[in-house]
């Protein structure tokens, strides 16, 4: 396999499309009840279909619904099962209850089902968490490669310091049985990079044997260059950005010249303006919470999915089909108010243009459709 297309189309047709792997989960605790049904789900296995259904949700899942819930679980379980900060990748949680129930073993199947069919890839993991996947050693593990944020301070401090004895409980319990001195500092350093990574091999290991779901752990070892764009956090770029949604968007258009197409012309710049916006805004502020409206979120809103389609074929034949709805009014003559209509399963969306001409009024109705309108009502 000579690129990461090789990879994702190889696991696409490792998928048993003859049976079903059924979920059925609430959106409320979502993380915890999806981790604990896949866990208990014994009628069939997940190298199976992936069938999603929502609680008290009237959508049928053709696609959508299976995006939504992988985007969804995978960005669940790198806040739930692993730890680290934005931009320099994450590593496991130590945490033995998680590894005793099984939810490692868990992450690494939904890590090869994301991948398989259609799910956002887990760029997220550490380069040595990935190299540990595949070799079961540590010894590409440095103080440069390991993110810690309780040891690496501690690393930091111990380099910075000639006064080695302040810490001597800290080195001690991080394994270290040397002198504690100044030309043993390389040494004491190496010590403590080797426990926060030591420490975390049993959630290694068992999520090493989730990745074994459709031999994709076989896969990794044989082509481990190709592969580590998925799993590291600096291996690839999926994010959707505005111009991934606008350029990939069909607008059903009036005739040129026409009122109608003028408010239809109208309504697709304020939607490209308040994509853009919220692209400005998610830069100014870093401190943004999951729950913010941002791009990602809006093409969730659209697709079920929040990442750029993994496969060039899939971004070839992506899109999203606009359309104008001109006649609420005559509909309703009464209402004052409106929203814009989503289908993710067959990727349209469809604007009251009586509701949407000033830029104010289309950024307030969209804010709120997308904060509330994420769920699966319509069939």
Known sequence: MSCEEDVLRWLAAQVDTSKEFCICVSRINFVERSLLLWRRQKLSSPVNTLKITFLGEAGVDTGALRKEFLTELIGGIETRLFKGEEGKGKMPKYSLNDVDNGLFQVAGEVFAVSLAQGGPAPRFLQGWCYDFLLSGTLENVTKDNVYDAEISPLIKMIEETSELSSYSEQIVNCGYTGPINEDNKEKITRAIVMHAAARRSLMLQQL?????????????????????????????????????????????????????????????NHFQDFLMELEDDNDEDDTQDEEALSVPRVMQWLTGQAHRHLLLSQRQAFKITVEF????????????????????????????????????????????AVQHGACFYRV
Do not use: W
């Open 325 to 368: 709805d001109h006649t609420c009014m005559q509909r309703m003559p009464s209402h004052t108010l409106c929203y814009p209509i989503v289908s993710a399963c067959t990727q349209t969306i469809t604007f009251p243009t009586a509701h949407l001409s000033d830029f104010n009024e289309f950024k307030e109705i969209m804010k709120t």
């Open 208 to 268: 090493r044997e989730g990745l074994k779901l459709y031999n994709l752990i076989d896969v990794m070892e044989k082509n481990r260059e190709v592969c580590r764009s998925l799993f590291v956090v600096q291996g690839g770029d999926d994010k959707v950005d505005s111009h991934y949604i606008v350029s990939h968007l069909v607008p059903q258009m009036s005739e040129s010249g026409t009122l109608k197409h003028a408010k239809e012309v109208k309504i697709l």
